[in-house]
């Protein structure tokens, strides 16, 4: 962890929240800025005497999910109240585990905005992930919308170990897209995409 705390110091999420569209890899992307919609999702990370674990949730099944399965990080779309990107991380959290990151975490930073993309498109809409470090134990009560969750040693996925693929079709080609093996859980996709963009900050 105090590696973690170290690579991610030095950023002021709330400063820049309203301009995370225009800013990182790939979200100036002229569907989203000029349709405005924005998303966050939180990184929630724990230390143990074994190494630092990361909370990851399994989204339920529902038709009009495009991530609908999807292992992924608590997190949603922006609503008209959020006053910026960190409150709608922190507000979606709480809506889907039932705890308040606001009192029982430390914000270490955020990372690069990522473009939305499902079905092998991008879809409009862009998302800044913040990563959180819980200064005391929580108790998680998922919503409908979290059909599991768990914590998994971080270790593994920076080092390589858990690294698997996922079978995708795409355009009638069947492609090998690369994911985490958790728990006999794949992550892949966005999730994965936010994981490497943290993991290179690390290195």
Do not use: C
């Not at 950023?11 to 100036?28: I, K, M, N, Q, V």
């Not at 979606?92 to 092998?120: I, K, N």
Request: no cysteine; hydrophobic share 40%.
């Amino acid at each position: 962890m105090p590696l973690i705390r170290a690579r991610l110091a030095g950023h002021e999420p709330r400063a820049a929240a309203d301009r995370l569209w225009l800013a990182g890899s790939g979200a100036d992307d002229p569907q989203a800025s000029s349709a405005g919609k924005r998303a966050a999702v939180a990184t929630i990370l724990r230390d143990r005497e074994e190494g630092p674990e990361v909370l990851l949730i399994r989204r339920a099944e529902h038709p009009r999910d495009p991530w609908s399965g999807h292992m992924a990080f608590p997190g949603g779309r922006e609503a008209p109240s959020d006053p910026d990107l960190l409150a709608t991380a922190i507000r979606e959290t709480h809506e889907e585990l039932g705890f308040d990151l606001t009192g029982s975490a430390q914000l270490l930073g955020r990372l690069d905005t990522l473009p939305a993309v499902a079905r092998g498109r991008r879809v409009g809409l862009v998302i800044a992930p913040f990563v959180f470090e819980l200064t005391e134990e929580v108790s998680v009560h998922p919503n409908q919308e979290v059909a599991e969750w768990l914590w998994t040693p971080l270790s593994p996925l920076f080092e390589g170990s858990s690294a698997t693929t996922m079978p995708y079709d795409f355009e009638g080609q069947r492609i090998a897209l690369p994911a985490h093996d958790v728990q006999g859980r794949l992550v892949w996709g966005l999730t994965y995409r936010m994981l490497e963009t943290l993991f290179t900050q690390l290195r």
